[in-house]
């Protein structure tokens, strides 16, 4: 079900840069997975409502007020950016 | 005095009576580690000087005459994907080896405010996708019952180290098994809360309606006393709700036991079974009703969590990019820092689960995959609803077998997934459930799963409690 071809959308789609042995390697574990997800086909589900998460859904709001953390909540953020120029972070162009 | 024979109740009278600071007490819990961490490798990372700044903050406490809590003292270890403030947090990757919490869990906060002493940070499988241990990128972490075996997993340093004598307590979570699992094959307690019941915030996310967190320690009455102080609901989590705390009285000899021939087919260990259907025999001795029920649908869970639960977790797993936090990938351009980092960062078993759920949530996939899940999960929740009208508890084991050797299963991802087939349906239905260590396959202990509905841990911790006495 699952060739080189779908694998290298779906790993482009992830994001994820894989090499040939592990494009080879998902392609044949990839497929023994999802050959096993054919079970499903079993289960007759046209009547069904999918499943909801909570057992009681209602939205929670906050009033709109901006929460001031201060300088040792950015300070906490900042230390662990990668790449940085004073306070701000670095990023790569896009053009 | 033999320090890690005490239970919680008793650490504590102990340090009100004085007979031993809450120092010593994590002294003598650091020293143990420093013995068996070579063997065991179940902490990521140990921080003995906040431990024991906070076990003299106790000290002090005690001797000013305030009035301390249970956990005041009592020396805990954390799950390495819940976050605790100024320490690292890896999550068993690469991608974020070096990355240090901003902020205290929730849970994590909770257990601060009681006293609890903070030992350190245990070993997972890569952000808690595995059934063993082996799937972290820093060591493999052994079963104390056995070196050669997996202590299972994602929270399996937390479990080694609670049967290691290395902590009183610990903080694992649980998706799909992950805290009843490796409880099951290390001997000790652990309990998955009903979906809701801990907050999830600052626990790493793996799959947003599946994760939570909960309590792993020696006994029942420990386990319970940790999931009092770290439920309830959170505002810093919208899916958290509050638990009824009204007491509950539950007596074997006043419930009915439900049994799904679903959970005692091929599969299942010969050994596991025995000992299973002893205690369900000792359950029926002391007057528990015993009911043969179905859970028709429990056939298909493990399908159904592998494409929710993979979904799930490639959206969670996408904010790590290189860009704000984590490892980071030098690239001329934008796109290819993502695919560095992320290539570099991410372990096959990562990579594998985003890759099936980035399938399953694609154009063209999406109906016959990850939509149909939904609704097979719907029909999953739905007999657990339905047999929760017969019975009040369900009994199966936790899992087919005990604890297997290191490397055996590694090499197939499917055989490794088929770990968890007892315990992701619980997981899917969101309802909580206890591991109780049982009996042993030779020196490989065994779990009974009692599973009960929403927001019944008190339920399930009695019958626990009662269980325990019966077995010992």
Request: charged share 25%.
């Amino acid at each position: 079900m699952i060739d080189k071809n779908l694998v290298e959308k779906v790993a482009h789609l992830a994001r994820l840069e894989l090499s040939d042995n592990e494009k080879t390697k998902m392609q044949r574990e990839l497929s023994a997975i999802l050959d096993y997800m054919a079970l499903l086909n079993e289960v007759e589900v046209s009547q069904v409502e999918p499943f909801s998460a909570a057992n009681k859904l209602f939205n929670i709001t906050r009033t709109d007020e901006a929460a001031v953390g201060g300088e040792q909540v950015a300070q906490k953020i900042i230390e662990q950016f990668p790449r940085k120029n004073n306070n701000y972070l670095k990023v790569k162009a896009i053009l | 005095m033999e320090l890690q024979q005490f239970s919680i109740k008793q650490i504590h009278q102990h340090l009100l009576q004085k007979d031993f600071s809450a120092r010593e007490l994590a002294e003598h819990y650091l020293r143990t580690i420093k013995k068996e961490e070579p063997e065991i490798a179940a902490f990521l990372a140990v921080s003995e000087e906040a431990a024991l700044a906070q076990a003299e903050a106790v000290d002090e406490e005690i001797k000013q005459g305030q009035e301390v809590s249970w956990l005041a003292g009592v020396p805990g270890a954390i799950k390495d994907a819940i976050l605790v403030q100024g320490q690292k947090c890896t999550a068993g990757s690469r991608i974020l080896e070096n990355y240090s919490a901003p902020y205290d869990a929730t849970a994590v906060a909770k257990l601060k405010k009681q006293g609890a002493v903070i030992l350190g940070k245990t070993n997972l499988d890569e952000f808690a996708m595995g059934s063993s241990t082996e799937h972290s990128a820093f060591q493999a972490t052994k079963n104390p019952h056995d070196l050669t075996r997996v202590p299972g997993g994602t929270s399996g340093g937390s479990a080694a180290a609670v049967a290691a004598n290395e902590c009183v307590f610990a903080l694992g979570s649980d998706t799909g098994g992950s805290i009843r699992q490796p409880a099951s094959f290390c001997g000790v307690v652990g309990l998955k809360p009903t979906y809701g019941a801990v907050s999830r915030y600052g626990l790493i996310a793996h799959a947003s309606s599946l994760d939570q967190i909960g309590p792993l320690a020696k006994n029942v009455e420990d386990c319970q006393i940790v999931f009092e102080a770290i439920k309830g609901q959170d505002k810093n989590d919208s899916t958290s709700s509050d638990t009824d705390s009204r007491s509950v009285n539950v007596e074997l000899k006043n419930v009915k036991i439900g049994i799904p021939s679903e959970y005692f087919g091929e599969g299942l260990e010969k050994a596991t079974r025995e000992i299973i259907e002893s205690v369900i025999k000792k359950a029926a001795k002391a007057g528990a009703k015993i009911q043969e029920i179905s859970l028709p649908h429990s056939k298909y869970a493990l399908a159904c969590y592998y494409l929710v639960s993979t979904s799930e977790a490639s959206a969670n797993l996408a904010r790590f990019d290189g860009i704000k936090y984590g490892l980071s990938r030098e690239a001329n351009e934008l796109a290819d820092v993502y695919f560095q980092s992320r290539g570099q960062g991410f372990g096959p078993e990562v990579k594998r689960r985003i890759m099936l759920g980035t399938f399953a949530l694609s154009s063209g996939y999406y109906d016959a995959f990850y939509a149909k899940a939904q609704k097979v999960r719907a029909l999953i929740k739905q007999d657990f609803a339905k047999a929760f009208e017969q019975v009040d508890f369900i009994f199966t084991p936790v899992s087919p077998f005990p604890a297997f050797k290191i490397g055996e299963k590694i090499d197939n991802p499917l055989k490794m997934y088929l770990s968890d087939v007892l315990t992701v349906p619980i997981s899917l239905a969101g309802v909580p459930a206890l591991s109780l260590p049982v009996g042993q396959d030779g020196h490989l202990p065994v779990g009974l799963q009692i599973i009960s509905r929403p927001f019944n841990e008190q339920g399930i911790f009695q019958i626990g409690q009662q269980l325990e006495k019966i077995i010992s």
